[in-house]
């Protein structure tokens, strides 16, 4: 088990949600990088190494499903979290392939979960605490 520092790619068009994103993965420990656009989200994937990317399904031009299928094209073991307001139902019939799906009304610290259990598969507590701000940082949440 690698505990390096995970760089998670956010691609989203919304600003708000790419400031918000950026600061908590900055918080956590993560190096956050982000996209407004499925071109712009390639040129990263392309030139960097990126442990998750978490992705919008809906976007102007290229949507977030057929983004997904780029992504999988070009790296088929890159693992993608769909962060949508769609519900969780629905984002799994849009991409059914995605490791993880986030309804960005259930919270960050739902989000901050599920990318955890997707880095650090396999880790117990106890070893990504000892490596990430995840506790102190959602204790603040609250």
Known sequence: MSFDRKKVLIIDDEPSI??????????L????????NAENA?????????????LDIKMPGVDGKMMFEVIREYDPSL?????SVYSLER??????SARGY???????PVLIDRM???LFEGASQAEIK?????????????
């Open 18 to 27: 790419l400031r918000i994103y950026t600061k908590m993965l900055v918080e």
């Open 29 to 36: 420990g993560f190096v956050a990088r982000w996209a407004a």
């Open 42 to 54: 390639l040129n990263i994937i392309i030139r960097e190494k990126i442990d998750l990317v978490l």
């Open 79 to 83: 693992r993608v979290v769909i962060s």
């Open 91 to 96: 984002q799994r019939e849009l991409v059914p």
């Open 102 to 108: 986030f309804d960005k009304s259930q919270g960050l």
């Open 116 to 118: 955890i259990g997707i």
């Open 130 to 142: 000892g490596h990430l701000g995840v506790f102190k940082w959602v204790n603040n949440l609250n």
